[in-house]
């Protein structure tokens, strides 16, 4: 019973461990979690990046060539889990067929078994029997490494040695011995400098000879007409003086008779008319005398229909000379101001249309102008109306445009310099401090005069009829505000001998004098027609003229008649022409008035129109700023009051 149960309980084992060792079934470690069916089935979502996070960021390495340790842009995420070296070959491989270490060890152990096995028997007497040839072994190579291995060399032709040479000159030596402080090592270099140059110096000199000699070569007969254009000037000037004759005797002799019968009249005598023909469409938008030289003036070209806007011109006449203009500057836009400097009389400031403000100089022969403004260096973008140049001594002018910026420009080497000396706004509440200002709108500004006394003063006119009196020390705020016309204000100008007079223009057909202290004019002129300019007399205080768009000119002297003109006398055609500027000679008794067709006339002013008051025995009073300041005084201090200011219809 025993021998027969006993295979039973072996086989009933057997089968419980194959039970056990089913690698189907799942096996559940005990400390595992316990996980309901929902959250099973929830899907866990994992992104593999390609990054390490646990690389460094903030590795710095020390670059030689710039001398400073600086952080690399390029970091090695790789991370090495694990690394096994093995020893397996490719099968293919003839290497891999040989007798691997272990079989050939197991092969040499049962040969010697056999060996001795046939020993002992040869012992006992036995016949030794021979191995068969088939028995025998057949050496094989044996396998001294387990890679394939295999040696190659080469040997390549190396390049021939070649030894290069040179021999340079020797730099100067010189043995120097001195203490070493600054001050010597300062003389050093600056006489070095010095050395250097003079020899650029030497080579610019000889560059001018090369290209001097160059010219002579490529002169062509049009030079020879260029030496004597002097000359031929002269020639002009003396042809037309005697074609003319009449009207230059008339400047320089002529008086009005009439004038000893008629005390509070005068007239003007017509001179010469300049015109050019290329601007006979144009229309005068700018008169300037030239004060160094009193018979030269400049005329700026182009129009005031702004619909109609086109090209425009700078000419500049003499008086020696009326046919044709001594200088011509054709423009690409139409002219709206100019100035002349008084100190340096070459040099002429010109506002345009399209709010560029230019600057030429009459010594170059060249037509462009040597400075211009753009839109990087502070441009207008309105016309600009009025162009001023500060004073005699600077190189500074002022200019005024319908943007409402009244911009400094200062002349450097090569460009022009701006800033804004104020912005013009439609209200400005005048207070003591800044906290008051209250800054609207920007206003137009049409016009504008500098005082002549006082540098930092000036006045504005603008589009909507009012003038501004505005510091340059005080960029936010109005000094004082005059409500002066119903229009824009065309022109204002000081008085050149009162400071506190200046006078003003407009469209809606007067002419008013203020006084800066009182809000309200002191006189008011209409003239029954719009007014296009007012020009204070360079000889007098109470001297001033205005023109109208009815072809009329007025002549005003408040020391003779303070209710109406002593002249008013018709220069133009009614009908076809308008006058629109008007401007004393600084020196003789002369103006000259531009009209919309691009020509400008000289007048003669009689007697009566620049007499000088007479003393108790007939002698004329020899009188100077103070005695003109005095003479428009005593008229004010009749009118401060504004209920007592003078109006003429």
């Not at 207070?431 to 930092?456: C, M, R, Y």
């Amino acid at each position: 019973m025993s021998k027969d149960q006993a295979p039973a309980k072996s086989y009933k084992t057997t089968n419980k461990k194959k039970e056990d060792d089913d690698p189907g079934k799942l096996i559940k470690p005990a400390d595992q979690l316990e996980l309901t069916e929902a959250e099973l089935k929830e899907e866990i979502t994992r992104t593999l990046t390609a990054k390490n996070p646990h690389a460094p960021h903030n590795i710095a390495n020390y670059k030689f060539h710039e001398g400073a340790y600086k952080l690399t842009t390029v970091v090695n995420h790789m991370a090495v889990h694990l690394v096994l070296e093995g020893c397996l070959e490719y099968q293919d491989f003839d290497d891999s067929q040989s007798v691997t270490p272990t079989e050939e060890l197991t092969e040499d152990a049962t040969r010697e078994e056999g060996e001795e096995s046939d020993e002992e028997l040869s012992f006992d007497g036995g016949e030794e029997e021979e191995p068969a040839e088939d028995d025998i072994p057949i050496p094989e190579p044996k396998c001294t490494n387990q890679f394939n291995f295999i040696e190659r060399a080469s040997q390549t032709i190396n390049n021939p040695l070649q030894g290069r040479s040179c021999q340079t000159v020797p730099p100067p030596r010189c043995n120097y011995y001195a203490t070493a402080c600054q001050w010597n090592i300062y003389d050093v270099y600056m006489a070095e400098l010095q050395k250097q140059e003079v020899q650029k110096q030497k080579q610019k000199e000889k560059e001018s000879d090369k290209n001097k000699k160059k010219m002579m070569l490529i002169e062509t007969p049009s030079d020879d007409i260029t030496q004597v254009s002097k000359s031929a000037k002269l020639l002009e000037r003396m042809v037309n003086q005697n074609s003319y004759s009449e009207v230059a005797q008339d400047f320089k002799y002529f008086e009005d008779a009439a004038d000893e019968f008629r005390e509070q009249e005068g007239t003007v005598l017509p001179l010469w008319k300049f015109q050019y023909d290329k601007a006979k469409m144009m229309c005068v938008t700018a008169l300037c005398w030239n004060f160094m030289y009193p018979d030269f003036f400049g005329v700026g070209l182009g129009s005031y229909d702004f619909s109609k806007q086109g090209r425009g011109m700078l000419l500049f006449y003499t008086l020696k000379n009326s046919t044709y203009p001594e200088y011509i500057f054709p423009t690409g836009c139409g002219v709206m101001s100019l100035d002349i400097h008084k100190r340096h009389s070459y040099l002429v400031a010109v506002g345009f249309y399209d709010g560029c403000v230019c600057v030429y100089n009459l010594k170059n022969k060249a037509q462009d102008p040597d400075y211009k403004s753009t839109v990087n260096n502070g441009k207008h973008i309105d016309p600009v109306w009025q162009v001023r140049w500060q004073n005699d001594n600077s190189l500074n002018f002022y200019s005024v445009s319908s943007d409402g910026r009244v911009v400094s420009w200062t002349l450097t080497k090569n460009e022009l310099v701006f800033s804004d000396a104020i912005r013009l706004a439609l209200d400005y509440t005048v207070s003591e401090g800044p906290e008051g200002i209250q800054d609207l709108t920007n206003a137009s500004g049409t016009s504008f005069d500098f005082h002549p006394q006082i540098d930092d003063l000036f006045i504005v006119g603008t589009e909507e009829g009012k003038i501004h009196k505005c510091s340059k020390n005080y960029s936010s705020q109005y000094l004082n505000t005059y409500d002066a016309h119903n229009m824009a204000v065309d022109t204002v100008k000081w008085n050149p001998y009162h400071s506190k007079v200046f006078i003003s223009c407009s469209s809606d057909w007067t002419v008013k004098i203020w006084d800066q202290d009182y809000s309200a004019p002191m006189f008011t002129f209409e003239l029954n027609a719009s007014v296009g300019d007012v020009a204070w007399g360079p000889y007098s205080s109470t001297v001033f003229a205005a023109v109208t768009t009815e072809g009329l000119v007025h002549v005003f002297d408040l020391a003779i008649n303070k209710y109406q003109a002593i002249c008013q006398q018709p220069v133009v055609n009614k009908k076809k022409t308008r006058l629109t500027h008007i401007e004393f000679n600084p020196a003789n008794p002369v103006v000259i008035v531009g009209d919309d067709r691009g020509s400008v006339i000289s007048l003669k002013l009689s007697p009566n129109l620049r007499k000088k008051p007479k003393g108790k025995k007939g002698r004329d009073l020899v009188e100077g700023p103070e005695a003109e300041v005095a003479k428009m005084e005593k008229l004010l201090s009749l009118l401060r009051q504004p209920e007592q200011s003078i109006v003429f219809k």
